[in-house]
C-alpha cells in the first residue's frame, strides 16, 4: 500500500523560508515523476513544481525563482524548498505523482504566510 506523507509546514511571516517534504512507503518516488500541488481555501488543487524521473524540473509561472524541488533517492523522499513566501501561497501542500497524480491524496501540509 503506497503512503505519502507530507510534512514541514507552518505559519510563517512574507518573504519567509520553508522547506516541505514528501516521504514515501510503499513505492519507489524516483521511478516516476512527482509533484508537488497545492489547494488554497476555494480554489482547485494546483501543480506548484514537479520532478521527472530523470530529475528534470519544472514550476508553475507563479513560483518559479522562489521555489525549488529536489530528490533524495536513498531517502526516497521529494523536498521543496520554499523562499520569499507570499500570502497568495498559503494553502495545503501535497505531493503525488506527476503527470497524472495515481496514488490517494495524504493529509497534506498547511503553509501559512502571514504577517
Known amino acids: 500500500q ?16 520553508l522547506k516541505l517534504s514528501c516521504a514515501a512507503s510503499g513505492t519507489i518516488l524516483s521511478s516516476s515523476g512527482t509533484g508537488w ?17 530523470t530529475s528534470r524540473t519544472n514550476y508553475a509561472d507563479t513560483v518559479k525563482n522562489r521555489f525549488t524541488i529536489s530528490r533524495d533517492n536513498a531517502k526516497n523522499t521529494v ?4 523562499n520569499n513566501l ?6 495545503i501542500y501535497y505531493c503525488n505523482t506527476y503527470p497524472v497524480p495515481v496514488h490517494n491524496w495524504g493529509q497534506g501540509t498547511q503553509v501559512t504566510v502571514s504577517s
Open 37 to 53: 500541488y497545492r489547494q488554497a481555501p476555494g480554489k482547485q488543487r494546483e501543480l506548484v513544481a514537479a520532478i521527472s524521473r
Open 79 to 82: 523536498y521543496l524548498q520554499m
Open 2 to 17: 503506497v503512503q505519502l506523507v507530507e510534512s514541514g509546514g507552518d505559519l510563517v511571516q512574507p518573504g519567509g523560508s
Open 86 to 91: 507570499r500570502p497568495e501561497d498559503t494553502a
